[in-house]
């Protein structure tokens, strides 16, 4: 997390530069940071001052609670002899308002010198009495400042969706996101669509919900697997990654950074047909392109269409065809040790779900005096969020709300590294061929110049002058 | 089952330069052959008043005896994609297991890399009547990625089963009843998507649609509630429409009497149906029926699903008239396009030792 340490170096010092050696502010913003081992000395034995109680100062000047979170500049600059009054004069408005504003934080406890008013509230981790006592650097509040930087960006998520058309793919993406995406959708018939090719479609759309903004882009792939000839239909897709791989890495290498938009496609849900008997070749064609390239995420669509009995085989079964043609699909994290056994065993379960046996419905039916999305039919009503009757909140919980930030993160790491790494090796065999022609051309061309037969140049010398030259290479572009 | 007249009494097609076009009304004076007679039980004012009872109204009772002696074949054809439940539902519609998963042990689920052509054949009893019934499925039909032509193996089979009959027809020793293999009727399983038919449905009944009887069904139509259904249906008729595929009924076909009852059955299809073939407790009745978890889909329920539609159209009212248009018309199609493509008929295959030259 190298951009932190770096804000908050920028947070120091621009305290710095607006009051001088105002250590003492700097100590009070709840010892956020840690300048130089000067400034931590000076912390540690501020500390032990008492509290100067019944002081009031004229004109306390702003709120102090207000002003801390964001940084701004404390009017007194307190050279190091008078930081004893400031002190105890900030103090004062800060019991005062610790009082007023006790709901704000957790704990009532008594504050000592030691325990600046923390902006954090109730997230403060600080706040346990039993770390009351104990000295702390502070920096346990790292996760906080972080989160409370990213809700101010904002997060962007992209997510693809393939299969077959008439599986339901627009369906769960409204359940999914509670939106109606696909609104002035035209459904194309038969005759115009014989000549239609796999397309790639991308709707964007913002969330926001409690404050956190979700940049929200859903990739469509319409034609995917509806010609009679499928060949070559997920060429499209593929490309369409590659581009979105192929930006980004131009961006990031490119001189202005700021504000790179991340358009990489973060996972992608691909949807199984219930009415087959697990996958089939062009599933399995599919899912081993693009395996590398993104997380695959393998969905049984139309769930209530089969019996419960029905959906443990076919899960099975696509299960072990997943393993017996070595497709990678999106592996959850492992559970960390430490996790207490109700998660291990949520986790467990999610991981025995794949593929997600889901339902969609945007359509409200009412049943046993409840209202809820579900499917009506004449033997019964089936109801989305219900885990008896489908995979979807399974689904959900996992796409939203637990597993977000982790399907991004592989998409970092792993696909766009794996992409980067090729590029980068592409482009070193491209200048490598490069130079081997232009050498030959060279050596061609002094031939027919000099008088003299070029004495043949044996294959050992060549080589080591190949081999000379890619090091050469890898050593400029590295 | 005032319908069992011979095959002559039909107008037979003459045979045109374009046999496409074959129509019922140019055998204009044989059409009201039955009232003409008088007789058969019509009672039109037509003929002279009997003074008497005779008995000519018996010679139904002497046919159906006839019939149930030598029982009668049917050839059905399943085509449609893996796991539309195309066994299943034939099993179900004559309620017993007669289709090619049953019959075989190794209940095998891979997918072939061409279209096979499986002929599974039973003999069904039922009130002193048997039939010999022959299942013709179709594995690894619309499975593959590339499926361009995947319907021209099966419409080579279908034509084999023309000139087979073709050959038994036109020699000199014929067999007193000609074993009938061609198919009589073709059951299509359209993909319930609730969008439209897909490229491959409408490439295959275009194809073959004028070489044999084709009834689109909807399979798997659990999946769709009662609005998607009836949207889904109308898409579906509108695109036949559209790409000029006529389904079996064929409204060319039609006489006067059949048409307002084939007009009904023409607005219900393609029938949505529901397979199973296990039994469920229902209200305290047994029923075939698939249970889930919100409910047990009837199978013979009207309002579940058409599958007691679909069978008392294919097999209580209309069997004997899928045979015959079969044997009329989709036959004599064939064969006059044979006859004039040779000039005269001779044997084209090489196992044409034995059958000998006869002239026309």
Redesign the interface.
């Known amino acids: 997390m190298e951009h932190l340490s770096s804000t908050t170096n920028r947070f120091v010092n621009a305290m710095y530069r607006q009051r001088g050696k105002s250590f003492l502010k700097y100590k009070q913003l709840s010892s956020l940071a840690i300048g130089d081992c000067e400034d931590a000395e000076l912390a540690y034995t501020m500390r032990d001052l008492p509290p100067r109680a019944g002081h009031t100062f004229p004109g306390s000047e702003m709120p102090m609670m207000d002003r801390e979170p964001d940084g701004s500049s404390h009017p007194h600059t307190p050279g190091t002899p008078t930081f004893t009054r400031p002190l105890s004069r900030s103090l004062e408005p800060e019991l005062v308002r610790r009082s007023q504003l006790s709901s704000m934080s957790s704990l009532d406890s008594p504050m000592s010198p030691s325990r600046p008013k923390s902006p954090w509230g109730r997230f403060d981790p600080y706040d346990s009495a039993e770390d009351q006592d104990k000295e702390y650097v502070g920096f346990a509040t790292l996760p906080n400042q972080v989160h409370r930087k990213s809700v101010k960006k904002g997060f962007a998520f992209t997510l693809m969706v393939a299969g ?4 339901g793919k627009s369906t769960l993406v409204n359940s999914l996101f509670l939106t109606d995406l696909y609104k002035d959708r035209k ?5 115009e ?2 000549s239609q090719t796999v397309e790639i479609t991308k709707h964007t759309v913002s969330i926001e919900e409690k404050g956190v903004k979700l940049r929200l882009t859903i990739v469509d792939t319409p034609g995917f697997g ?6 070559e239909c997920w060429r499209a897709v593929e490309d369409y990654i590659d581009q979105q791989f192929e930006q980004y890495f131009r961006d990031e290498s490119g001189l202005n950074r700021k504000n790179i938009q991340d358009n990489r496609v973060h996972c992608c849900l691909y949807f199984i ?1 219930p ?4 996958l ?3 599933d399995v ?1 599919f899912m081993k392109t693009l395996h590398e390239k993104v997380n695959i995420v393998p969905v049984l669509a ?1 769930a ?5 009995e029905e959906v443990r085989k076919i899960k099975m079964k696509i299960c072990e065809e997943i393993e017996r043609f070595d497709i990678n699909i999106y592996q959850f994290p492992e559970c960390d040790s430490d996790e207490d056994e109700e998660i291990k065993l949520q986790h467990q379960e999610l991981k025995d779900s794949i593929p997600f046996a889901v339902i969609g419905s945007n359509v409200q039916v009412e049943s046993q005096g409840r209202r809820f999305r579900g ?9 989305v969020e219900n885990p ?2 489908s995979d979807f909140l399974k689904l959900r919980n996992m796409l939203v709300r637990t597993h977000m930030q982790d399907l991004k993160d592989v998409t970092r790491e792993t696909h766009y590294e794996n992409y980067r790494a090729q590029c980068i090796q592409n482009m070193t065999h491209m200048v490598v061929r490069e130079r081997k022609r232009s050498l030959c051309n060279r050596v061609r061309d002094s031939a027919s110049d000099l008088p003299l037969p070029l004495v043949p140049v044996d294959s050992n010398t060549e080589r080591l002058i190949w081999e000379k030259d890619e090091e050469v290479i890898l050593f400029s572009l590295a | 089952m005032s319908e069992i007249v011979p095959p002559e009494v039909r107008p037979k097609p003459v045979v045109p330069a374009k046999p496409s076009h074959v129509a019922p009304p140019s055998g204009a004076p044989f059409l009201p052959s039955p009232q003409g007679t008088g007789g058969e039980g019509q009672g039109s004012g037509r003929g002279s008043a009997l003074l008497g009872y005779i008995g000519i109204d018996t010679i139904i009772e002497q046919m159906r005896k006839k019939t149930m002696k030598t029982g009668f074949d049917f050839n059905i054809m399943v085509v449609g994609q893996s796991g539309l439940g195309k066994s299943t539902l034939v099993n179900t519609l004559f309620k017993s297991q007669v289709s090619r998963r049953s019959a075989s042990w190794s209940r095998d689920d891979k997918i072939p890399k061409t279209v096979e052509i499986k002929s599974v054949s039973h003999v069904i009893e039922e009130g002193g009547v048997k039939m010999k019934l022959t299942v013709v499925d179709t594995p690894g039909f619309g499975d593959q990625i590339n499926n361009d032509n995947c319907w021209e193996p099966i419409s080579k089979y279908i034509n084999e089963q023309y000139e087979k009959f073709l050959k038994e027809e036109v020699n000199i020793a014929r067999k007193k009843r000609i074993p009938d293999t061609r198919v009589h009727c073709c059951l299509y399983f359209i993909s319930p998507t609730g969008h439209s038919l897909r490229q491959l449905d409408i490439e295959f009944m275009k194809h073959l649609s004028r070489v044999v009887n084709i009834i689109p069904v909807i399979a798997k139509s659990d999946t769709l509630t009662l609005d998607e259904k009836i949207e889904f249906k109308q898409k579906v008729r509108k695109e036949l429409e559209v790409c000029g595929i006529e389904c079996y009924p064929q409204k060319e076909f039609d006489e006067d009497m059949d048409k307002s009852d084939n007009d009904k059955i023409r607005e219900m299809m393609p029938f949505a149906v529901v397979g199973s073939d296990k039994e469920y407790q229902v209200n305290g009745k047994r029923v075939l029926g698939r249970k889930t978890a919100w409910g047990v889909v009837e199978v013979e329920n009207p309002n579940h699903c058409e599958f007691s539609l679909l069978r008392d159209f294919m097999i209580r009212s209309h069997l004997q008239d899928l045979k015959e248009v079969t044997h009329n018309i989709q036959y004599e199609t064939y064969r006059a396009k044979r006859l004039n493509d040779n000039g005269g008929l001779h044997p084209i295959n090489s196992s044409g030792h034995d059958t000998q030259e006869s002239n026309l």
Request: no cysteine.
């Open positions: 077959e058309s008439g599986l459904m194309l018939n038969a005759e669509r014989i509806d010609a009679v000839n499928n060949t047909s009415f087959g008997h697990g089939r070749p062009m064609e139309k209530d269409s089969l019996t419960p499917r009506q039919y004449p033997w019964g009503v089936v109801e008896e009757h």
